[in-house]
């Protein structure tokens, strides 16, 4: 005896038909790598300017290089971040 879901073809949308989620996948990724580049850079500049501006009691400039710190370093979590979430919903694209 046959089962009933075994009799129904197998119905569902061909992604394979639509093309260009590899080159979309590679586009995010560079875009996002060059925002976690400059955040980076950006945490490296302003923790240099905090360090030296505390050293020479520049106080107002120390605590605007830890605010830019603290900026960078919550770009550089949520650039990192988009990347691993538009990898996400690449894939699960993919399976639906």
């Known amino acids: 005896m046959t089962t009933i879901p075994a009799l129904l073809p197998a119905v569902g949308p061909d992604f394979g038909a639509v093309g260009g989620s590899g080159q979309l996948r590679q586009i995010v990724g560079a875009l996002l790598t060059f925002g ?7 945490v490296v500049v302003c923790a240099a300017t905090w360090a030296v501006a505390s050293s020479n009691g520049g106080w ?9 710190v603290l900026v960078a370093l919550g770009g550089a979590v949520f650039t990192g971040g988009a990347l691993a979430w538009a990898n996400w919903l690449l894939d699960l694209g993919a399976t639906l």
């Open 60 to 68: 107002q400039a120390a605590g605007k290089a830890k605010t830019g």
């Open 36 to 42: 976690l580049l400059t955040a980076v850079l950006m």
